[in-house]
Structure formats: structure tokens, C-alpha cells
């Protein structure tokens, strides 16, 4: 049976020396270390029968022409506009990308996150998810981390900034609309919650009626919601939680007889091209994450080159669609 491969860290425990030493050690070959402490990692190197691969043998050099993209293990929720981005601009400065993905717990995580970057075997990793501390300066890998997406990649920080959903109830308002209705996602979601939030934030500063129906991400959750409701419900706008409930909400007026946008307006969240070509066209909130991967993959690439990383651009991502599903307020307003 094979044994485990030992790892950079085991070799330095056996040392008695940091990691950081052991990859100064592969990287330089011992040059500027004190012959006490080259011979107790050579030491430990040969009892562990520790075997760098073959990229991390050619460290000196740290072109490998080799990136990651590091994704946490097991997650529901693939970015792959933000991922195809990254990816594109890697490809064009003439980089191979791997996409690699993090197996067990955090701490397990983290160590295999670490062995990564001492490793070598890339010369930059684009992480989309916090993993632990970052690499000290004398890593081989320069690293680059999206701060937006959780462990299990769901989004917080700029993707869940929900201003938008403010602008979203501001626009319906200009329309004529005193009635709106939120149907939220999955509340476990920072992006959720704070959609939710700044709904009622909103109709409540603009003097607005606004009811919330706690739900989830599904389409049929979101029309079985608009079929419940009250006979003499005087709801002209639905602002969804996505896209995919915003469908269900046109279902579940169509079935009551209420037409979208004549007697009801719809509006989404995220531009799925489905929502395109719906009949009616969904308004909705799209969200830039071709330049949010593209501007964290050319973080990277400068890091990587030993250059100035360029100015990160901080306006919103996220910019409102109006399509068919939106429209005026019914005059008179529509019966129940």
C-alpha cells in the first residue's frame, strides 16, 4: 500500500525550522543558509524521502507559464462568467490555467492552499474564497484573492451590495407604482438578505407599500407565492430575488389572469440569457463579473510580473435592465 507523500511542512516540523526555510532551501539550494540549519533540512529531506515535484525542482526560475485558480471543495454554486474571464486574460498573456478545488475542512483547506504556494508549481494563484492568512513575501507563488465569495461561494461583499435593489424600487416608483412585492431568496445568502433589506429600507423612505415573501432561489416557490396571494391583493410591482423567481412570479400572474407588464411589473436579478429571450423580456440587474474576473486576474499577472498592480475599479457591478416585464402602473388600478 502506498504511503502519503510527505509535505513541505512535515519536513520542516522535522528540522525544526519554518516552511518558508525548507521552500528557500528548494528554491536557492541552501545558498544564504547556516550550515547548522542546511544540514538539519537535508537531514530531514532524506528521512521523510521528501520528492518535490518537477516544477517546484525549477523554482529558482518561477516561470512555470502555469496559473490557478483556486475554488473551495464541494460548492453548489459555480461562477463561470467571472472564471471564463480570468481565464481569458490569463490565456492572453500566454498562461496555462488550472482550475483546482480545495478538498475538506477549512483547516484542511488551508494547509493544501499553503502547500501550493511554496510549491512552486505555479507562479500565481487566483483564489475565489478567503482560505487563511496570506503567503509571506518570500513565497515562490503570488497570490490574489476575490473577497466576494464565501466558502461556499456564495456571494458577499461587492456582489451582494444590493443599492441596486433600492434603484430597482426608485424606478418602479417613477412609474407610478405605490404597491410592491419582494419575493427574497435564500436568507442563509448575504446578497438576500440585504436585497431584502434595502427593499423595505426603500418603499419605506419613498412612502411606498411593500410586503416581503420569504422564499428561496426556485421558480416554482415564487409562483406558488403570487398565486396565494389575496384575491384583492393591489400588488403592481414584483421585485424578484433572480431571475429564475422572477420567471415564476410571471407564471403565477399569468394563472391569476394579471398580465406583465399591463396590470403587473417584474423585475429580476442577475441577466440570465434565458430571462432574454422570455416572452415578455425580463428586466433585471445584471452583474459585471467578466470585468470583476478580468480585473483580479490582471492583480494577478502584475504581481506575477513584479509590477505595479493597476488601480482596482470600485464603481457598483451591478446595473439595472429595464425590458418588457416592467412597465407604468395600471390606470385605474387593476382589480384583485
Known amino acids: 500500500m502506498p504511503t502519503k507523500r510527505a509535505t513541505i511542512y512535515e519536513v520542516a516540523d522535522r528540522a525544526g ?69 480570468a481565464a481569458a486574460v490569463a490565456h492572453e498573456a500566454g498562461f496555462v490555467v488550472d482550475l483546482v478545488a480545495l478538498e475538506g475542512d477549512a483547516a484542511t483547506r488551508s494547509e493544501r492552499a499553503r502547500e501550493l504556494t511554496d510549491s512552486g508549481e505555479f507562479e500565481g494563484i487566483l483564489a475565489l474564497a478567503s482560505w487563511g492568512p496570506e503567503p509571506g513575501d518570500d513565497s515562490p507563488t503570488a497570490v490574489v484573492t476575490v473577497g466576494d465569495y464565501d466558502e461556499n ?28 412585492l419582494h419575493l427574497s431568496g435564500d436568507l442563509t445568502f448575504t446578497s438576500a438578505r440585504n436585497r431584502r433589506r434595502t427593499f423595505l429600507d426603500t418603499v419605506t423612505e419613498l412612502g411606498l407599500r411593500g410586503q416581503v415573501i420569504d422564499a428561496d432561489w426556485r ?19 414584483i421585485v424578484a430575488a433572480n431571475d429564475k423567481v422572477a420567471m415564476g412570479a410571471v407564471r403565477g400572474c399569468l394563472h391569476r389572469g394579471w398580465r406583465v407588464p399591463d396590470d403587473v411589473s417584474v423585475f429580476g436579478w442577475d441577466d440570465e440569457e434565458l430571462g432574454r429571450y422570455a416572452t415578455p423580456a425580463l428586466s433585471t440587474v445584471t452583474i459585471d463579473l467578466e470585468r470583476q474576473g478580468g480585473q483580479a486576474m490582471r492583480r494577478l499577472l502584475a504581481l506575477v510580473r513584479g509590477e505595479e498592480p493597476p488601480e482596482p475599479e470600485t464603481s457598483s457591478l451591478h446595473t439595472l435592465i429595464p425590458r418588457e416585464s416592467s412597465g407604468p402602473a395600471p390606470r385605474p388600478p387593476r382589480d384583485g
Open 17 to 85: 525550522v519554518s516552511h518558508q526555510t525548507v521552500s528557500r532551501y528548494l528554491r536557492h539550494h541552501g545558498d544564504g543558509l547556516k550550515p547548522t540549519t542546511l544540514a538539519r533540512v537535508e537531514t530531514a529531506i532524506a528521512e521523510l524521502n521528501y520528492r518535490p515535484n518537477r516544477i517546484a525542482r525549477s523554482m529558482r526560475t518561477r516561470q512555470t507559464g502555469r496559473l490557478a485558480l483556486l475554488l473551495p471543495g464541494a460548492i453548489q454554486f459555480l461562477p463561470l462568467r467571472l472564471l471564463t474571464a
Open 153 to 180: 461561494m456564495r456571494g458577499i461583499g461587492a456582489l451582494a451590495d444590493a443599492r441596486a435593489c433600492g434603484d430597482v424600487v426608485r424606478h418602479l416608483a417613477a412609474l407610478g407604482h405605490r404597491s410592491l
Open 219 to 237: 421558480a416554482e416557490t415564487a409562483y406558488r407565492a403570487v398565486r396565494e396571494l389575496p384575491g384583492d391583493s393591489d400588488v403592481t410591482a
